[in-house]
């Protein structure tokens, strides 16, 4: 089904959601169609700041909003969905759009393997009445689901549409660039490279995939490197907890703008604690580009001044390898802790891999490593 049509079908004028691979027809045509109106779009840092803008919208103007978002950011809408758009709190609509990624019997990543199993029942166990659209769907079979939804928005409830895997399609070409021109998958062989036999705690998607590549391709192992492939936001944390218990390695937290901005109180804890073992390198590119190269609003935002407003002192912003060289080996120096935002270009190989080894293969093996003496 084309992704305009679906758009119109929901009769809805505001969208605000995170992007997701499965929606990417649906985020291609909202960014063409509306720009960067935030009157009828927004990019949001996280799928409950979405639900809380729909809740807004609602208040503000007593229609409908729908709310975009991979199957894995319905952990993020949980608390709003229970204690802000229920019935028995404030009765608010909302129509979601899910795209189903580990749907059962699709092969997918390992992250996305219980996520998908999961799917369905949590949205019913949030009393949010579901709909598939597949391939196969009509308009007249979605119509008539939609139709059924307004019945529910009408009592303050919400409902969900949940998106297969090639569902959706939208022809035009959405172009996504920046004006940076450091290749990412170069700069974190340089951040490898610098962290030597550190310990590395990276970022979901195309972060944790290059790194890997990189290892495999220096002949190194990846036992230092902890690949955080779900739980998109949380890198920081695992890195600065496995710091602080390990005060005698230094660790490394190679991070992206778009999961740093997703659960940003992260910045402010790690700024509280500050342990000088702890380097966060924030790789930013202004873009969901994993999921597609949706822009970010790191681009309208000082990323330094924010980290030294939440107390990391040592904050620096580079656009070329010569001073993220630089900026690497001074952070080392000092021995103490730090930030670096890394501005590189949008893109990747088209051969990028992923990694060869099981989610539980990295943990044992990162587990091991970190047991070792140095």
């Not at 929606?23 to 169609?33: G, P, R, S």
Request: include cysteine.
């Amino acid at each position: 089904m084309e992704a305009a049509r679906f758009a119109e079908l929901t009769g809805a004028d505001f969208f605000a959601g995170v992007p997701d691979s499965q929606l990417k027809a649906l985020c291609a045509y909202l960014v063409d169609k509306y720009g960067e109106d935030p009157h009828h779009h927004i990019i949001a840092a996280n799928e409950g700041n979405a639900a809380a803008l729909a809740a807004g919208y609602f208040l503000a103007t007593g229609k409908t909003a729908v709310v975009y978002m991979q199957n894995s950011g319905e952990g993020n809408v949980i608390n709003p969905l229970a204690s802000l758009l229920n019935t028995r709190v404030y009765g608010i609509p909302v129509l979601f759009v899910i795209g189903w990624r580990g749907e059962p019997g699709v092969h997918d990543e390992p992250q996305h393997i219980y996520q998908g199993m999961v799917t369905e029942k949590l949205m019913e166990d949030m009393e949010v009445e579901t709909f598939v659209l597949d391939k196969e769907t009509s308009e007249e079979e979605l119509e008539k689901a939609l139709t059924g939804f307004k019945a529910l928005f009408a009592e303050g409830k919400q409902a969900a549409v949940i998106v297969k895997k090639g569902a959706l399609s939208f022809e035009k070409k959405v172009d996504y660039s920046n004006s940076f021109k450091m290749n990412r998958e170069e700069a974190i062989g340089h951040i490898a490279k610098a962290a030597g036999n550190d310990v590395i705690v990276s970022t979901t998607g195309k972060i944790s995939r290059e790194l890997f590549e990189y290892r495999t391709a220096t002949d190194n192992d990846h036992s230092r490197d902890f690949l955080t492939v779900g739980s998109m936001g949380h890198c920081s944390s695992i890195a600065l907890a496995v710091a602080l218990q390990k005060p005698d390695r230094r660790v490394w937290c190679i991070d992206g703008d778009g999961a740093m901005l997703m659960h940003m109180g992260a910045l402010a804890v790690e700024g509280s604690i500050h342990p000088d073992n702890l380097i966060h390198v924030i790789i930013n590119n202004n873009a969901h580009e994993t999921v597609g190269g949706m822009p970010t609003v790191s681009g309208s935002m000082d990323v330094v001044a924010c980290a030294k407003a939440c107390g990391i002192a040592s904050a620096v912003s580079v656009s070329d390898f010569d001073d993220l060289d630089d900026a690497l080996e001074k952070i080392k120096a000092s021995g103490k802790s730090g930030l670096i935002e890394v501005k590189c270009s949008i893109g990747s190989r088209a051969d990028l891999g992923r990694p060869t080894t099981t989610a539980m293969e990295n943990r044992n093996a990162f587990m091991q490593f970190l047991r070792q003496e140095i």
